[in-house]
């Protein structure tokens, strides 16, 4: 993990090193790993380009990711990590409860695998574009994300809804129930999981637990679970 610790610190330099830039915007941070000791790993800046006079809010953001894996080769399983360093722009659309959000821009990646002659490196720059879309209220949160890289011509998306279940009026704290369904592939490969989520707000951090089905075209179908803490913080002038 230590590129992907060299992305992320990258992104915590620009808060601390670039306080201007970071007085209006958003910073989120987020990790997961499931039962096969799979993870995922992300933090990034999000800032308006300039102050926002309607609606429609253009803005800069820089992410770092990491992502930990197995996979077969000859019958054995083998380890591969994932790091990518990502500047984008882009522009949100606010209107009402629902907020739409798309960016694009260079990713830079860095791939290395365990393999049966020695462990390789690559590097590689590509282009990755992204859209969400945000539907929020008190009672409950749909959230939907696709995006796509062209190397390896690789589309992810994922679609998750919660509603609140229970809610704590003295403090900590609320409960949210949904469900996730998240996949990935490109002409050679595919993966895809679905099952109940539980998030549970703590201030600006969301704990968040799932389980349930995933299918890989690969390898290690069946049931998992993971635990994600996801962080967002809005910071405005």
């Keep these: 993990m230590a590129r992907t610790y060299h992305a992320c610190g990258i992104v915590l330099g620009i808060l601390l090193l670039g306080p201007r830039l970071a007085v209006a ?11 096969h000791s799979q993870y995922y790993a992300y933090m990034g800046v999000r800032t308006p380009i300039a102050s926002p006079s309607s609606n429609l809010q253009p803005f800069v953001q820089f992410m ?38 798309g960016f694009a821009g260079p990713q830079f990646r860095w791939k290395q695998q365990d393999l049966s002659v020695g462990r ?10 992204q859209g969400e879309v945000f539907h929020w209220r008190e009672q409950g949160i ?4 696709v995006s796509y890289t ?23 704290c609320s409960l949210y129930l949904g469900w996730d369904v998240a996949g990935m592939g490109n002409k050679d490969f595919y993966a895809a999981q679905t099952g109940p989520i539980a998030q549970v707000p703590i201030g600006h951090f969301y704990l968040t637990l799932k389980g349930g089905y995933q299918y890989s075209q690969t ?8 635990r994600m803490p996801v962080a967002s913080l809005r910071c405005e002038r």
């Design 25 to 35: 915007g958003d910073v989120f941070t987020g990790f997961q790993m499931d039962n």
């Design 142 to 145: 749909v959230h939907a994300i």
């Design 219 to 226: 390898f290690q179908n069946g049931g998992y679970g993971c």
């Design 150 to 172: 062209n190397l390896d011509g690789l589309v992810w998306s994922r679609v998750r809804a919660t509603r609140l279940a229970y809610k704590n009026e003295q403090g900590c």
């Design 120 to 129: 390789s490196n690559e590097h590689d720059i590509g282009v990755h574009l």
């Design 64 to 101: 770092g990711a990491g992502l930990g894996y197995s996979f077969k080769d000859g019958g054995v399983t083998r380890d591969a990590e994932v790091q990518f360093a990502t500047p984008s722009v882009g522009v949100k659309y606010r209107q009402g409860p629902w907020t739409v959000i």
